[in-house]
């Protein structure tokens, strides 16, 4: 970049929005998810974008429960039990989710994954998420375990640390 652009870079930082941080760390956590009827998928946590919710979280690994789909939020599924985190601010916020984002509604205590077009929606109106981890592999896949949620209802999962190999 030249001067002029970086001075560009530096005005648009200071006048909207950080941007999303989904880029690989080597603070990163490997996550295992387990949905009932579907092979375990694969997660990261996004330890250095949001060091103080996924550090909460991890220490409440392993997390089991039931995906719901979203009632007013688009393409997403969220825990119906509540993960309450003792987080008061969001970190590496949006609210626009890209398919496979793992996200933390601070205020809500919700865990919601979204695998299409989403726009967090409560009705009250839009809720910011945190953007706290990602599905790496197999998207397609994890999108029908979700839409099955729409379609049949509550599904189980389980949600705890990879392994080290």
């Known amino acids: 970049m030249n001067e002029r652009e970086e001075a560009l870079v530096r005005a648009y930082g200071q006048s909207w929005p950080k941007l999303v941080d989904r880029?690989?760390?080597?603070k990163d956590l490997n996550l295992?998810?387990?949905?009932e009827?579907?092979?375990?998928?694969?997660?990261?946590?996004?330890?250095k974008a949001a060091p103080v919710i996924t550090t909460a979280l991890a220490v409440r690994l392993p997390l089991a429960g039931h995906f719901i789909h979203s009632a007013w939020s688009g393409c997403g599924v969220r825990g119906l039990e509540s993960v309450a985190l003792p987080v008061e601010e969001h970190e590496n916020a949006t609210y626009f989710p890209t398919p496979g984002d793992v996200?933390?509604?601070?205020?809500h205590d919700e865990l919601t994954i979204f695998y299409g077009d989403a726009?967090?929606?409560m009705p009250s109106g839009k809720v910011r998420?945190?953007?706290?981890?990602v599905i790496t592999e197999r998207l397609s896949e994890f999108q029908r375990a979700c839409m099955l949620?729409?379609?049949a209802g509550a599904r189980p999962f389980?949600?705890?640390?990879?392994?080290?190999?």
């Open 119 to 121: 726009s967090p929606t």
């Open 158 to 165: 389980t949600l705890s640390l990879l392994a080290a190999r």
């Open 37 to 47: 009827g579907f092979e375990p998928f694969a997660m990261r946590l996004l330890c």
């Open 129 to 133: 998420e945190s953007v706290i981890g």
């Open 32 to 35: 295992r998810l387990a949905i």
């Open 149 to 151: 949620t729409r379609l």
């Open 103 to 107: 996200c933390y509604t601070v205020g």
């Open 23 to 26: 880029e690989r760390s080597a």
